[in-house]
């Protein structure tokens, strides 16, 4: 049985889908005013992970993964570059999909957009207005009463007198409470507007989802997931409004990935240790930063250093090296009898104990280097299961970010230029010349059928 962590509940809970057979899950996505950073990377692939392992279960799969193209830094970033909302966000949108493609994410199966859920936020304002939970503000704005909702702060374990003014909630005279959030934002000049019964404007960022979610999904779903840091006010208020609205439950699950953090400290642009998820490809393989991402459990945080990315190369690096020493392997299917592939099935059907799962894959490499050629379709299987061991493993192991200088056809060069030597039993100049290749991060690896080689 498959049992997730639940925030709501503080433990671990037998996941039982709501309608047996079908998951509905929703991910809060990006806001698209600039490129993806690394915290964006581990949201994406943490919930691939998850919605790939549910597939691989054999559940049916909704899987919603928003986009917000409205929103107050949305604006100004427009502002301050002189171009449009749209062409802003499409921009950006564009780089989005292509560092997911990147990261081997796939495709939600709905990837809806804040701009086209108007209809459906303003209908929730208004019965939310009806039920007594929302009001009009004397500057136009529609905000939620927070203190009329009962429960407000389960999700985050906060209380009410927990929550002072000026700390977490932004202070607006215009308010009956200060703990009070906004619905919908009267017009303002200069920025754009929708119009509404309450009077041009637009929506709140914390209604979005909620409509979004409600709409392709139903009021009450089975799992809801994001980063760590919206938890709160996001998702408590993402509660708040869509129980108030349907007067039901809205969540049973809730998943929340750990933070990222850059040699131990928080990034951010600030401390200059703030990295996009562009930056990194630059200088790793996009197979090795989903490695690193994933051999992390999702809950914890995830320290980012050149250090631990370099170790994920290497022990990226060790799998092919063991699915090539085995040969080419088509269409692989997975043992399940195989001890190693049970215990991978096991960590999964922990909470997504991809740690536990991943030792798994090197438990198989190490039976497969001892001669085991046979285990190979389980191992490369296991792997693409969870978006890992896709690619031939002679192109990862010759790629590399950094060529220093020697591309495929220098490196081919220097090998017959070492094998010539050894055949004029210059053991000397061959040895020179395989130093030389190490010392430019090639490695030569000998067996009985030739010379072949990888990245360092």
Known sequence: MLEIYNTLSRRKETFRPIDPGHVRMYVCGMTVYDYCHLGHARVMVVF???????????????????ITDIDDKIIRRAVENGESIGALTERFIAAMDEDAARLGVQKPDHEPRATAYLPQMLSMIDTLEQRGLAYRAAGGDVNFSVRRFEGYGRLSGKSLEDLRAGERVEVDSTKQDPLDFVLWKHAREGEPAWPSDFGPGRPGWHIECSAMSCDLLGNHFDIHGGGADLQFPHHENEIAQSEGASGSPFVNLWMHNGFVRVDDEKMSKSLGNFFTIRDVLTRYDAEVVRFFILRAHYRSPLNYSDQHLDDARQGLSRLYTALRSAGVVENPVVDWQVSEA?????????????????????????????????????LAGLGR????????????????????GLDEEAIAARIEERAAAKRARDFARADAVRDALKAAGVILEDSAAGTTWRRA
Request: net charge negative; proline share 4%; aromatic share 10%.
């Open 342 to 378: 049970a215990a991978f099935k096991a960590a999964l059907d922990d909470d997504f104990n991809t740690p536990i799962a991943v030792a798994a894959l090197f438990d198989l490499a190490a039976r497969i280097n001892r001669g085991e050629s046979a285990l190979a379709p389980v």
């Open 48 to 66: 691939d992970l998850v919605q790939r392992w549910l597939r691989a279960s054999g559940y049916r799969l909704t899987y919603v993964r928003n």
């Open 385 to 404: 299961l969870i978006g890992l061991l896709e690619r031939d493993p002679a192109v990862f192991l010759q790629s590399s970010t950094e060529s220093n």
